[in-house]
């Protein structure tokens, strides 16, 4: 039923396709947002929540220091696929 929408993920090559399957970047950090608030229920106030947020941000992003495994080939690939968007975006 929903073949064309897969289609469109077997077109991309082997690294592209391990790329998207293994990394959903947002999620990731939601969840780890979502973790850290739930064992810290009650925030007094928005500010005391935003404050909280941003210090686990900050965690959360020195744990995201390793790049992804074979990033250069996989770079390489999205250039060879999307170099009239790469030129684009470069032209902006």
Same mark, same amino acid.
């Given at each position: 039923? +929903?073949? %064309?929408?897969?289609? #469109?993920?077997?077109?991309?090559?082997?690294?592209? !396709?391990?790329?998207?399957? #293994?990394t +959903?970047?947002l999620?990731?950090?939601n969840? *780890? /947002? !979502?973790?850290?608030?739930?064992? !810290?229920t009650?925030? =007094?106030? %928005? %500010?005391?929540? !935003?404050?909280?947020l941003?210090?686990?941000?900050? *965690?959360v992003?020195?744990?995201?220091?390793? =790049?992804?495994?074979?990033?250069?080939? #996989? /770079?390489?690939?999205f250039e060879?696929m999307f170099?009239?968007?790469?030129n684009?975006a470069?032209?902006v």
């Open positions: 039923e +929903n073949w %064309d929408k897969l289609s #469109t993920y077997f077109s991309y090559t082997k690294e592209i !396709r391990k790329m998207i399957y #293994t +959903n970047t999620e990731g950090f969840r *780890q /947002l !979502r973790k850290f608030t739930k064992i !810290r009650v925030f =007094p106030t %928005d %500010d005391s929540l !935003r404050k909280s941003y210090l686990a941000t900050d *965690q992003m020195k744990k995201w220091t390793s =790049p992804l495994s074979n990033w250069g080939v #996989t /770079l390489l690939k060879i170099k009239e968007r790469i684009e470069l032209a």
